[in-house]
C-alpha cells in the first residue's frame, strides 16, 4: 500500500508503506520479527521506503570497503525485477532475500543466472559471465585472496564457461548451469551456505 503524505503544499515525496509483517512472512521464508529487524534497517538507510540504484550501490559499498562494489551492485540491483520504475521496494527486496538465502536449490540457481544473464535474453555469453566476474574481482578489491591479476578474470572465466557450455554454442543456459553446478558438491555446499539465520 502506498501512503501520500503532506501532497498539497509542502510537497513531500511520496512514502512507500509496505504490507505488514505477518502478511510479508506468509510470502516470504522470514518470521515477522525478522521482517521487523530487516525493515528497520532498510528504513534507515531508505527513508521513503525505496531504494534506486545510486543508493543501493552506496549501500553495498559499506560492505565492501576495501573493493568497488559498484559495478556488481549495479548487476544485483538489475537481476531483482523491480515494478517501481527502477527503485526497489522492501518487498522486492524481501522477495530476492528470501530466495536467495532461504529459497531451493534451483530458486538459488535460477537467482544466479538472473545476475548473470545481463542483457535478460535467457542465455550467458562469455562476455557477460566475465562483466560480472571482474565486478566480483572488483568487489573483493585488496580483501582477494590470493591477490587478484587482471588477467585472473579471462582465464577464470575461460575455464569454466568452457565446462558449462557442454554443447559448444558459445552461451549457457539455465540447464547447462544447473547441471553444472548440480555435478559439483563444493558448488552446492556453496548454495546451501547461503541458508542464514538473521
Request: glycine share 6%; proline share 6%; charged share 25%.
Amino acid at each position: 500500500m502506498v501512503e501520500e503524505e503532506c501532497e498539497e503544499s509542502t510537497s513531500l515525496p511520496v512514502r512507500y508503506r509496505p504490507e505488514p509483517p505477518a502478511a510479508l512472512a506468509r510470502a516470504s521464508r522470514f518470521t515477522p520479527h525478522e521482517i521487523k529487524l530487516m525493515y528497520r534497517g532498510f528504513k534507515q538507510e531508505c527513508p521513503t521506503g525505496m531504494v534506486d540504484e545510486e543508493t543501493f550501490k552506496n549501500i553495498f559499498s559499506q560492505f565492501f570497503p576495501l573493493g568497488d562494489a559498484s559495478q556488481y551492485a549495479h548487476f544485483v540491483f538489475n537481476a531483482v525485477k523491480h515494478k517501481h520504475g527502477g527503485k526497489l521496494s522492501f518487498e522486492e527486496f524481501l522477495d530476492t532475500l528470501s530466495r536467495v538465502a532461504r529459497g531451493s536449490v534451483q530458486e538459488k540457481l535460477s537467482w544466479v543466472f538472473a545476475l548473470y544473464d545481463v542483457d535478460g535474453d535467457g542465455r550467458i555469453s562469455r562476455s557477460e559471465m566475465l562483466a560480472v566476474v571482474e565486478a566480483v574481482y572488483e568487489l573483493l578489491g585488496r580483501a582477494a585472496v590470493p591477490p587478484v591479476l587482471p588477467a585472473s578474470a579471462k582465464d577464470h572465466v575461460d575455464k569454466i564457461f568452457n565446462l558449462m557450455d557442454t554443447n559448444a554454442d558459445g552461451v549457457v543456459t539455465p540447464d547447462e548451469l544447473a547441471r553444472w553446478c548440480t555435478r559439483d558438491p563444493a558448488l552446492l555446499q556453496s548454495l546451501q551456505t547461503l541458508d542464514t539465520v538473521l
